[in-house]
């Protein structure tokens, strides 16, 4: 089952969908409750020893909340309930009232072992008020004292839709959300931890036709990967031509062209500046190398590839973008455009969608170079990233992979997915040169640029993960995400009972 990650308006239209078909709202209520109570009880060992608190809310999150408290009372927890309010709903009233012969009222004599954050849901925004402000102040105490943090749907303060913090918001070890992610959890990554999407039971009404983008697993990678058969050579896996490496720029070609080798690719050859090409020799033995033409490429050197890189460390102004453009003039195949091969068109993407003429293309700003590009200002491109790409796909007629927390692909026809994978270990001069490696050499083997650049982001973050395993984001270099590359490759991912999906916590606190 795919998930979808959503607004608040469109979670609570996939909510209103199930019951409007009817299914009960108290049978949602009831198996989200019971799905994180799952959640929590997997992560708590010898729950009888466990002493608990659950802060509820007035509404259907407070609902959810008493759910919770009744299941790990059932397990043996010692649970104390504390309220922000009287019950609202008939559901959470409900809900209530089955729980109280199972819990007591009130705070514990002694810090609890884990506290529960269900105060507010995905409708609730702006400031925290009242007794919701003083019950999200006890939770972030009590986690600070060592308690674990579990937030229901998403922690107390953050925005479902922006992401938007409110001061005093709820920091969560995890997050258990339900039959959707939502936007604000992959943007406000720090409060929420751990993120564990569950199954209510919303059915079809999951994938209502409003645009939402799915959410890319292992599941959605490993279908559209191209296995490599027993009998693959070189010739099979393909052959890359990247173009880049300007006088003290190697690392980036260099970077590239391991990303591309640690993802499966059958030859590579870098197209660099006179002064780069001895210490890519030297760095990448398995790759070969020439200089840039002085004029336009060859065309023996023009019909090697199955697919370009054109940008890392090329360098800008007039010069990078004659070199960009005397490339996509001699070659028409499939494209991978990064880096300088991107600020070369700044303010100007019409003429560059001119020359990538609706090729296959896949073209990797970050935020500020996409800014550049289209002519905005960085804080619209952050505020609409999960709808912006869909602006200049459609003046390039290209895939834009838009990178970030989270990167946002988008196919020229508005087709987006979400990738949520990685660390910040991979915020770091050097990483989007490893990723366009990755990228090329899928988009070479596959032909798909949507599916490349989409499969690309998530490996790329994945490795990340796998690189900060264990160790602080400090001591991670791109070194240690290349090698760790080969790994991300294994696209396995044991879930529990009606998970979704599962994000790890990432950063440092």
Not at 236 to 248: E, H, K, S, T
Not at 407 to 433: N, Q
């Amino acid at each position: 089952m795919t998930v979808r990650v959503v607004t608040a308006d469109q979670a609570a239209a996939r909510d209103a969908a199930a019951i409007g078909a009817g299914v009960p709202s108290m049978q949602l209520m009831r198996r989200a409750g019971l799905g994180a109570a799952r959640v929590l009880l997997e992560r708590a060992d010898d729950p009888a020893r466990r002493v608990a608190v659950v802060c509820c809310g007035p509404g259907n999150n407070g609902g959810d909340g008493w759910i919770v408290a009744a299941a790990l009372a059932r397990a043996g927890c010692t649970v104390h309930v504390r309220e922000a309010g009287d019950a609202r709903t008939v559901d959470a009233a409900t809900a209530r009232g089955a729980a109280i012969p199972l819990v007591s009222l009130g705070e514990p004599a002694a810090p609890p072992d884990l506290v529960v954050d269900a105060l507010l849901g995905t409708g609730a925004r702006g400031a925290l008020r009242g007794g919701v402000a003083e019950l999200a102040a006890y939770v972030n105490d009590v986690g600070e004292r060592g308690a674990t943090v579990y937030a229901l749907d998403l922690p107390t303060g953050v925005d479902a839709t922006t992401g938007d913090v409110a001061e005093g918001a709820v920091r969560a070890n995890v997050t258990v959300t339900f039959g959707t992610v939502k936007r604000g959890q992959l943007i406000a990554r720090s409060a929420c931890g751990e993120i564990v999407a569950i199954d209510i039971g919303l059915g079809s009404h999951a994938e209502l036709a409003d645009g939402a983008p799915v959410l890319v697993d292992e599941r959605w990678v490993a279908s559209r990967i191209p296995p490599l058969a027993a009998e693959a050579h070189k010739g099979i896996r393909r052959r890359v031509l990247i173009i880049g490496g300007d006088r003290g720029m190697a690392g980036a070609v260099a970077l590239a062209a391991r990303g591309a080798l640690r993802s499966g690719v059958g030859m590579v050859k870098l197209c660099v500046h006179e002064a780069s090409l001895a210490p890519l020799q030297g760095a990448v033995p398995e790759a070969t190398a020439v200089t840039w033409p002085s004029g336009p490429p060859d065309r023996a050197l023009a019909e090697w590839p199955h697919a370009l890189l054109i940008g890392p460390g090329m360098g800008g102004g007039d010069e990078g973008r004659a070199r960009v453009a005397g490339w996509l003039s001699a070659w028409s195949g499939p494209v991978v455009l990064d880096a300088d091969a991107l600020n070369a068109f700044a303010g100007d993407e019409s003429a560059l969608g001119d020359l990538l003429d609706g090729r296959p293309a896949i073209v990797t700003p970050h935020p500020l170079e996409f800014a550049r590009l289209i002519g905005v200002d960085l804080d619209t491109v952050l505020d609409e990233r999960f709808e912006i790409g869909a602006r200049l796909a459609r003046a390039l007629h290209a895939v834009v992979l838009l990178k970030g927390v989270p990167t946002v692909v988008t196919a020229p026809d508005g087709t987006s997915v979400v990738s949520a994978r990685g660390t910040p270990a991979l915020g770091t001069a050097g990483s989007g040169d490893i990723l366009g490696g990755i990228a090329v050499t899928l988009l070479a083997q596959a032909g798909d640029p949507f599916s490349a650049a989409a499969c690309a982001a998530f490996t790329h973050g994945r490795a990340g993960e796998l690189a900060n395993a264990g160790r602080p984001v400090r001591g991670v270099t791109l070194d240690d995400v290349v090698r760790s590359l080969g790994l991300a490759w294994s696209l396995v991912s044991p879930r529990g009972v009606d998970v979704l999906a599962q994000l790890p916590a990432v950063g440092e606190a």
